[in-house]
């Protein structure tokens, strides 16, 4: 286990990785895998839950619709109006 971490951390050669992606899943399911490329660490794997909660970008289909991307840049001109709408016939 890393410092700061409290998963299990996996470590896979890029090879181990090639011949058995599998048992890379699995593990990625409890934890980060940390591929190496001749000895070095090159990559991370997650689960996408762990992705998600390492990025912040766990949202709700209400808060991803009410927020737009790009909304702040949009300027709105309009007019208010006064009117006083006239009473509905509901009959």
């Avoid at 593990?27 to 991370?44: E, F, L, R």
């Amino acid at each position: 286990m890393h410092q700061g971490t409290s998963s299990p951390v996996t470590t896979l050669s890029s090879r181990d990785l090639n011949q058995d992606i599998g048992r890379a899943k699995r593990a990625a399911n409890s934890g980060p895998v940390i591929i190496t490329d001749h000895g070095k660490p090159a990559h991370v794997l997650l689960s996408y839950d762990q992705y998600q909660r390492l990025t912040g970008q766990k949202q709700s289909l209400l808060d991803m619709l009410s927020q737009p991307a790009g909304i702040e840049d949009v300027d709105f001109d309009f007019d208010i109006s006064r009117e006083v709408p006239g009473p509905v016939d509901l009959s």
